[in-house]
């Protein structure tokens, strides 16, 4: 009898455990697929038409390329919007994974890993409003015209060295453009996409370029703060804006957002 009760028992277990297999098979096909994947945290800041924060929708350029990169990654996605200044520190920190934009400075190299390729590129430009007949053949001949910029703002290393412009700070490029606009400063500096989407948002006619400083690409980068985890998302996703760029998907994102 008790052979017997064994052999039952070894087999209504086998038959429990069958059945629990099946009921946890079911519940993992009933959640979506996105609820199991690995999530990648990015900062960023509000940046059109790049990245456009309208209530609690995110959309624009490089918003779309890190989902697009994101997918073909396997992972989700995470967007934290902060001031640049801040944006820096979180990386810097390891208080996020990756952060979106940034141009490639040596000192920047301390503390997060750079994508080989980058995911864009910004025109940088000296502007004005239309038909304030301001023309520039170099940094050295605006030295006497105020400049707005943007603080906690890279516009290459001539322009950020250069200790002779009458450098004005704003907040962000809008209150930047509204200070244009009222001529508390003559001149602003900019990516051009950037300020010209601003204007047409405000209601603004584009402005006019006075001098083209640099063409700056913008990558990816990893905190290196996360240690090894850092250093494989930036393989990774070094990987996929390869595979991106040459099959043209970088290219469908980018024209339409970003106007001629």
């Known amino acids: 009898m008790k052979c017997i009760y064994s052999a039952f028992d070894r087999a209504l277990k086998r038959k429990i455990y069958k059945h629990i297999l099946c009921v946890v098979a079911a519940i993992t096909l009933t959640f979506p697929l996105a609820a199991l994947a690995e999530t990648v945290t990015f900062v960023t800041t509000d940046f059109p038409p790049y990245v456009i924060h309208e209530g609690e929708h995110l959309s624009g350029f490089d918003v779309e390329i890190v989902q697009e990169l994101c997918r073909r990654v396997g992972v989700e996605p995470e967007f934290t919007l902060v001031p640049w200044k801040r944006a820096l520190e979180y990386v810097k920190s390891g ?21 080989d390729q980058p995911i864009d590129h910004e025109r940088i430009s000296i502007m004005s409003l239309r038909g304030a007949n301001i023309s520039a053949k170099s ?9 707005g ?57 584009e402005l006019e370029t006075v001098l083209n400083l640099i063409d700056n690409p913008n990558f990816l980068c990893f905190s290196k703060a996360t240690g090894e985890r850092g250093q494989e998302l930036t393989r990774r996703f070094s990987q996929a804006i390869r595979d991106a760029q ?14 001629n």
């Not at 208080?95 to 994508?115: A, S």
């Not at 940094?139 to 006497?144: A, G, I, M, P, Y």
């Open 139 to 147: 940094l050295d001949s605006l030295k006497d015209l105020q400049i």
């Open 95 to 115: 208080t996020v994974d990756g952060i979106m934009m940034p141009v490639f400075r040596e000192e920047r190299t301390q503390y997060m890993y750079y994508t």
């Open 149 to 205: 910029v943007v603080y906690g703002y890279s516009y290459g290393k001539e322009f950020d060295e250069n200790s002779t412009l009458r450098k004005v700070v704003s907040y962000d490029n809008s209150a930047m453009l509204k200070n244009l606009v009222k001529g508390r400063y003559q001149l602003l500096v900019s990516d051009e996409y950037v300020i010209n989407y601003v204007a047409r948002q405000s209601g603004q006619e």
């Open 246 to 259: 040459q099959d043209g998907t970088l290219d469908k994102i980018k024209k339409k957002y970003l106007l």
